[in-house]
């Protein structure tokens, strides 16, 4: 059955790093997404990505925050300079359809920044 | 209030029981809803989506929507341990943004 993936599992980052997490999505997808999750927190919506473009962003996704797709497969999250604050799970996701259809989420990357 | 509200619980139920997980929203403009289930440092897992008010059932999972109640439900017949988990409402008005309760943690007892 088709997956997300996404690597590393574990990041472990100085604050005022920049880290890129990466995700490959499901091969036929179209829409990707960022969430994140603080520990003990909700899941939390960051951007969502279609054709080459940001089509939706929340109000945490700010100036440090960047999306690509660098090539066919990949998608990935780049964080400019972390701060302790962005210490979470981070989850890709991607569907065939844009919407709220049935997004499919990856393991997730656990961010710790020290 | 809060967007979406959802129990944390935990809810430590034995084998076999039905199960009822609930979550309450304030956006009336939601009209997607789902039910996500994510065991412990995994991605959350798509269970059930429906869309409107009304009821969808798949196995032994049935979930229901009152919108004019704004309250969504899932229940789970003849639970098994392999259930427990960490069950996650998540909402959405049409665009690409999920918005997702806090979760519930389920125990199933064998």
């Known amino acids: 059955e088709p997956e997300v993936t996404q690597t590393p599992s574990h990041q472990v980052t100085q604050m005022g790093q920049e880290v890129i997490l990466r995700c490959v999505p499901i091969?036929?997808?179209?829409?990707f997404y960022w969430y994140r999750q603080i520990l003990g927190q909700k899941v939390e919506f960051l951007v969502s990505?279609?054709?080459?473009?940001?089509?939706?962003k929340s109000e945490i996704f700010d100036d440090q925050f960047s999306v690509e797709r660098p090539d066919g497969s990949n998608f990935t999250l780049k964080i400019r300079s972390t701060k302790l604050e962005d210490s979470a799970m981070y989850f890709c996701?991607?569907?065939?359809?844009?919407?709220?259809?049935?997004?499919?989420f990856g393991p997730g990357t656990r961010l710790t920044v020290l | 209030q809060k967007e979406v509200e959802q129990d944390p619980g935990p809810l430590s139920v034995p084998e076999g029981a039905i199960v009822s997980l609930n979550c309450t929203y304030s956006?009336?403009?939601?009209?997607?809803f789902m039910w996500y289930r994510q065991y412990s440092r995994k991605g959350p897992e798509l269970l059930m989506y429906?869309?409107?008010?009304g009821n969808k059932e798949d196995g032994r999972f049935t979930a229901q929507v009152d919108k004019s109640s704004k309250y969504i439900s899932l229940f789970i017949r003849d639970s098994q341990p392999s259930d427990s988990a960490t069950y996650l409402c998540?909402?959405?008005?049409?665009?690409?943004?999920?918005?997702f309760g806090a979760g519930t943690i389920l125990r199933v007892k064998s």
């Open positions: 996701a991607s569907t065939l359809a844009g919407g709220p259809g049935e997004q499919f």
């Open positions: 091969s036929n997808h179209l829409y």
């Open positions: 990505f279609y054709n080459n473009e940001i089509s939706e």
């Open positions: 956006n009336s403009a939601f009209q997607y």
């Open positions: 429906t869309y409107s008010s």
């Open positions: 998540a909402m959405s008005a049409g665009g690409n943004k999920l918005v």
